[in-house]
């Protein structure tokens, strides 16, 4: 059992959003700003898509944007494109040097 | 830009010991993480090493079967997993921690645990 809480998938049309949703506790994901975002194919290594809850590193899409309120962070993916049809995955810092990562979503672009 | 390379696949009996490694272009100060990824399933972070001074922090379910150590003179990372069972099987990825998000990543290491 994951420490943090992601729906097993989503989906959605090309060019609309689809929104991911990060489940922590107040230890968590609602004590520190330390939010981040994967997102993997098959085979591959993740990617760093957010951190710190909502920055983006340099070189990905601006169509990728990260939030939080209180105990749960968010990821959404707007304009829906094929190629965004991929596993993601949400980490938050635990405390005590720990980190915490999340199921996974597979997201589905229909 | 900062590159991770890992070591080769490995297969190891149920009982023995892997060690893999993580050779960095650079450490630059940033300290380096080991997840883990069962087939099929998703991540599992298993700690981290701080390249300055070697600080280590392991997550609970691996206390005592794991042990990561540094080589700053070859910017190496080494974690070794004892004591290995069938559930160990899984891709290893290191990975670069820039403010307890990681950044940058190796391109994982195989190691299959079957008698």
């Known amino acids: 059992q994951s420490a943090l809480t992601q729906p097993p998938s989503a989906s959605g049309s090309p060019g609309q959003s689809v929104t991911i949703s990060c489940t922590g506790s107040s230890s968590d994901v609602g004590a520190y700003k330390y939010v981040s975002w994967y997102q993997q194919y098959p085979g591959k290594a993740p990617k760093l898509m957010i951190y710190e809850v909502s920055k983006r590193p340099s070189g990905v899409s601006d169509r990728f944007s990260g939030s939080k309120s209180g105990n749960t962070a968010s990821l959404t993916v707007s304009g829906l494109q094929a190629e965004d049809e991929a596993n993601y995955y949400c980490s938050s810092y635990g405390g005590s040097h720990n980190l915490l990562l999340g199921g996974g979503t597979k997201v589905t672009v229909l | 830009q900062v590159q991770l390379v890992q070591s080769g696949a490995e297969v190891k009996e149920p009982g023995a010991s892997v060690k893999v490694s993580c050779k960095a272009s650079?450490?630059?100060?940033?300290?380096i993480t080991w997840v883990r990824q069962a087939p099929g399933q998703g991540l599992e972070w298993t700690g981290w090493i701080n390249t300055n001074n070697g600080d280590v922090k392991y997550g609970q379910e691996f206390q005592g079967r794991v042990t990561m150590t540094r080589d700053t003179f070859t910017s190496t990372v080494y974690m070794e997993l004892r004591n290995l069972r069938s559930d160990d099987t899984a891709v290893y990825y290191c990975a670069r921690a820039y403010f307890y998000s990681l950044d940058v990543w190796g391109q994982g290491t195989t190691v299959t645990v079957s008698s």
């Open positions: 650079a450490f630059a100060g940033h300290a």
